[in-house]
T-cell receptor, first 113, second 114 residues
Framework: SQKIEQNSEALNIQEGKTATLTCNYT??????LQWYRQDPGRGPVFLLL?????KEKRKERLKVTFDTTLKQSLFHITASQPADSATYLC????????????FGSGTRLSIRP | DTAVSQTPKYLVTQMGNDKSIKCEQN?????MYWYKQDSKKFLKIMFS???????INETVPNRFSPKSPDKAHLNLHINSLELGDSAVYFC?????????????FGSGTRLTVV
């Protein structure tokens, strides 16, 4: 069955460092991969989308890579700040607009001052 | 203006009761969804509607019934509530099946069945 793993349940790093989160998947050939941020008591907020034919995407301090051979995406936050502390979810989607998007369980990121 | 709003935010009810959660989006999106987030934080899709037509209907008990009166609204009715239904339920919307810009989620409804 399709499976997404975010292999760190929690990640704790020092302010100013680069945070790197990992998303691995099996038994799936996604058309695209998305990353979301979720704060406690709130719904997920869409951050970035990267397509299967793209290697890398950037948005301000965020960078996402997508390796369809390794079946892995890396999500980087450079110059991390305490305000970046949240749970980050990856999600995979298929080619059809009727395809469901499958979410990972998230990595809880804590940035300490 | 809230893009995707769902009510109520909290719902505490007894086993066996029937309850509804309402969702509205003002983004003009063509597709709406219901997701369930369990205690382990997994988000699992339950239903999806595109322009009032049901397009995704995951394996959920038929005690759960979605209703979309128009493309801006998707409500979720739950009959005969059980303890295992306790979770956070999220409504979301998207354009183009979220293949370009992702989902816009509501803030969630925390359902507690006692």
């Amino acid at each position: 069955s399709q499976k997404i793993e975010q292999n760190s349940e929690a990640l704790n790093i020092q302010e100013g460092k680069t945070a790197t989160l990992t998303c691995n998947y099996t038994n799936y050939s996604p058309a695209y991969l998305q990353w979301y941020r979720q704060d406690p008591g709130r719904g997920p907020v869409f951050l970035l989308l990267i397509r299967e034919n793209e290697k890398e995407k950037r948005k301000e301090r965020l960078k996402v890579t997508f390796d369809t051979t390794l079946k892995q995406s890396l999500f980087h936050i450079t110059a991390s700040q305490p305000a970046d502390s949240a749970t980050y979810l990856c999600a995979l989607g298929g080619y059809s607009s009727a395809s469901k998007i499958i979410f990972g369980s998230g990595t809880r990121l804590s940035i300490r001052p | 203006d809230t893009a995707v709003s769902q009510t109520p935010k909290y719902l505490v009810t007894q086993m066996g009761n029937d309850k509804s959660i309402k969702c509205e989006q003002n983004l003009g999106h063509d597709t709406m969804y219901w997701y369930k987030q369990d205690s382990k934080k997994f988000l699992k899709i339950m239903f999806s509607y595109n322009n009032k037509e049901l397009i995704i209907n995951e394996t959920v008990p038929n005690r759960f019934s979605p209703k979309s009166p128009d493309k801006a609204h998707l409500n979720l009715h739950i009959n005969s509530l059980e303890l295992g239904d306790s979770a956070v339920y999220f409504c979301a919307s998207s354009q183009d099946g979220a293949r370009s810009y992702g989902y816009t989620f509501g803030s969630g409804t925390r359902l507690t069945v006692v």
